[in-house]
């Protein structure tokens, strides 16, 4: 079944109500897609690089979720490789704090 990148006001993996909070999360909840943001916060990184990045991915999945990231408006191609958009650098500013509440997430469960 080929993949379609989720869209607001479509029906989306586990709702039917289109509502955009549903998109975002079926497209973020999917393989490596918050890899790739988290990889290209602040940096340009070719296809090559960005699959070593993410722990040697395999290059059909990143593919097929650059392709996603692209067609959602939160990642282009540039020159010189692949980086976040004004859009995708905004939503990684807003997952970075889950990142830091993580690490200390992390260190409780470990008491």
């Known amino acids: 079944m080929p993949s379609v990148t989720p869209r607001p006001g479509a029906p989306v993996r586990g709702s039917k109500s289109g509502k955009p ?15 790739v ?4 916060s602040g940096r340009t990184l070719t296809f090559r690089q960005l699959q070593e990045a993410c722990g040697m991915v395999s290059p059909t999945v990143l593919n097929r979720r ?14 010189s ?7 995708g650098d905004e939503l990684f ?3 970075e704090p889950i990142g830091s509440w993580s690490e200390r997430w992390a260190e409780t469960l470990e008491e």
């Open 81 to 87: 490789g692949y980086r976040l958009t004004g859009s």
């Open 37 to 40: 943001i988290w990889q290209l």
């Open 66 to 79: 650059l392709k996603e990231l692209r067609e959602s408006g939160l990642v282009e191609r540039a020159a």
């Open 93 to 95: 500013r807003m997952l």
């Open 21 to 35: 909070i549903m998109a975002i999360f079926d497209l973020l909840g999917r393989s490596w897609s918050l890899g």
